[in-house]
């Protein structure tokens, strides 16, 4: 069984490795090239961990600009309504007056008349409807006379009112 196992490493240290085998090196030499390249690969992650670190620190300078804006943005945006709103306010309350004048005036044209209607109202509800239905009756009967009939409510209808000769 081999002894050997197989690990990722760069192309460099490979062709090294290959070398120092080709060279017969002895083990303290080929630990010696691992841990230079070990040391190498720990020192590019430490770079990449404070190129990442430094970007991190760059977006959140970034973000918290962005969020500055947008912060100054909604405070603009909240002032700028609440100078609407009490504009409108003051319009409003410069305005009630002459809004009220014109309900008052309103009010005193429609007093007459809801007391008219008051009184319409009462004499309408004294109206006997019987007698109402009587006479259209009387009319209908009328309106269905003929001959004889006919001519007689004619000639009273004619003389009515007028002294007999």
Same mark, same amino acid.
């Given at each position: ?6 690990i990722?490493?760069?192309?460099e240290?490979a062709?090294?490795?290959? +070398?120092?085998?080709?060279?017969n090196?002895?083990v303290e !030499?080929?630990?010696?090239a691992?841990?230079e390249?070990?040391?190498?690969? +720990?020192?590019?992650? $430490?770079r990449d961990?404070?190129?990442?670190l430094?970007?991190l ?6 973000f918290a600009?962005m969020?500055?804006?947008?912060? !100054?943005?909604f405070g $603009?945006?909240?002032?700028e309504?609440l100078?609407?709103s009490y504009e409108?306010?003051e ?5 009630i007056?002459s809004v009220r004048?014109k309900?008052d ?9 809801e007391e008219q ?5 009462s004499?309408l509800g +004294?109206?006997?409807t019987?007698?109402i239905d009587?006479?259209?009756r009387?009319?209908e009967?009328?309106?269905?006379a003929?001959?004889?009939q ?5 000639f009273l209808v +004619?003389?009515f009112?007028?002294?007999?000769k």
């Open positions: 069984m081999d002894k050997n196992e197989i990722w490493v760069s192309k240290l062709e090294r490795f290959k +070398k120092m085998e080709a060279e090196a002895t !030499q080929q630990n010696n691992l841990n390249y070990m040391d190498s690969v +720990k020192a590019e992650v $430490k961990f404070k190129a990442s430094e970007s620190d760059e977006d959140a300078a970034i600009g969020m500055l804006r947008v912060k !100054q943005a $603009k945006a909240k002032d309504h100078t609407a409108l306010w319009r409003f309350e410069d305005e007056p004048g309900v005036s309103i009010i005193k044209t429609l007093k007459p008349l209607l008051t009184t319409i109202n004499l +004294k109206i006997s019987h007698d009587k006479l259209t009387s009319v009967g009328l309106a269905t003929y001959g004889a006919k001519e007689m409510v004619e +004619k003389h009112g007028k002294e007999a």
